[in-house]
């Protein structure tokens, strides 16, 4: 009875320890989030996949935009356009550790003059450091370096320190120069995407609680 109470109790501390990882972590899309078409001030609504279990995981489908994707050019008649994702993180149970960094991707469409530049920065909430900043540019195939063609960037990006409660901004800015429209010159955004990492540390408590738990039940 004493040894089946001891794997009872090792069962359950895993079981707390995998569910406080898979638990508590909170992301809000903030209301800043949506895209502008112009001319005509077009406002586009976003959808946003988010999952935050056992880490954060945010995508916006801007190709999905409602009532028009974010493009520019391409046969519509906007030459201009913005998309911006605004979101927070943090922690709510105080158990998760830390997130060190993301990979970051983005998937683009560009053709002859359409280009894209982006902006990116993840703001500590509690200190109001800025965690990362830094921005790009996407370019057709009329522009030096550039090219025609549907593309995903995709990088990882390490904070420059682990924080527990931030808030990330991305600005797209979309435009295809002085062609004129509608015509075959065109920018346009498939997604953005940011899968987070925690700390290693993190990851060894979720591993040591699903291996005890997986452990214990093997013995039993």
């Not at 898979?22 to 895209?35: C, E, F, H, K, R």
């Not at 998309?83 to 053709?111: E, H, I, M, P, Q």
């Not at 435009?175 to 940011?194: H, K, M, N, Y």
Request: charged share 10%.
């Amino acid at each position: 009875m004493v040894r089946t109470s001891r794997i009872l109790v090792s069962i359950a501390a895993a079981i707390a320890i995998a569910g406080a990882y898979a638990s508590g972590w909170n992301v809000t899309i903030l209301p800043q989030t949506g895209g502008i078409l112009n001319p005509g001030g077009v406002s586009v609504s976003v959808p946003a996949i988010v999952f935050s279990n056992p880490v954060p995981q945010v995508n916006f489908l801007t190709s999905a935009g409602n009532p028009n994707p974010i493009i520019v050019g391409d046969g519509t008649n906007f030459t201009n356009g913005t998309f911006v994702g605004v979101y927070r993180v943090n922690d709510t149970s105080g158990t998760k550790g830390n997130l060190t960094g993301f990979n970051f991707a983005v998937g683009y469409f560009v053709f002859g003059r359409g280009r894209i530049a982006w902006t990116k920065k993840v703001v500590d909430n509690n200190t109001n450091d800025i965690l990362y900043l830094a921005s790009g540019t996407f370019l057709g195939g009329a522009y030096q370096g550039g090219q025609d063609g549907s593309f995903t960037f995709s990088t990882f990006v390490s904070l420059a320190r682990p924080s527990n409660n931030f808030t990330v901004t991305e600005t797209f800015i979309l435009d295809v120069a002085d062609a004129s429209v509608p015509g075959l010159d065109a920018a346009a955004l498939s997604f953005v995407q940011q899968d987070w990492v925690p700390e290693p540390a993190s990851l060894i408590a979720l591993a040591t609680g699903l291996g005890a738990l997986a452990l214990r039940r093997r013995r039993k």
